[in-house]
């Protein structure tokens, strides 16, 4: 399957927050339990708003599990991957997207900034 933009596959999930010439902003969210199917982000940036913990599978097939506190910020490249909350709490958090590729060189998602 081909990843796709999240409003498009998961639109009960993502809402369009704001958008102009440089930047897509998204608020994604989900219930334990829920999935969401394989998408694609390009450069974003992502603020935590409230914590929550994910699983998270990559186009590769490698699997990441993520546990996020509110107000963790997450730099996350260009990628593809699908998402399961695997928590007792609502995922929540924005997605900041950048239209053009940014200078930051490619690997993976930093780990969560301590406080």
């Known amino acids: 399957m081909l ?3 999240p409003l498009q596959v998961a639109p009960a999930h993502y809402k369009l927050v704001f958008e102009n010439e440089q930047v897509r902003v998204l608020e994604g969210r989900d219930l334990p339990g829920e999935r969401i199917p394989m998408h694609a982000h390009p450069d974003t940036l992502m603020v935590v ?3 929550f913990k994910r699983r998270l599978v990559l186009a ?3 699997t990441i599990a993520v546990d996020m506190k ?19 709490t609502e995922t929540w958090a924005i997605f900041i997207e950048f ?9 993976k998602p ?4 301590a406080k």
Do not use: C
């Not at 509110?70 to 007792?88: F, K, L, V, Y």
């Not at 930093?110 to 900034?113: A, K, L, N």
């Open 99 to 107: 239209k053009q590729p940014t200078t930051v060189p490619p690997g």
């Open 60 to 62: 590769n097939g490698k």
């Open 110 to 113: 930093e780990p969560p900034r």
């Open 70 to 88: 509110a107000g963790d910020t997450r730099w996350m490249p260009a990628q593809s991957h699908a998402g399961e909350n695997i928590g007792d």
């Open 49 to 51: 708003v409230a914590p």
């Open 3 to 5: 990843a796709q933009d």
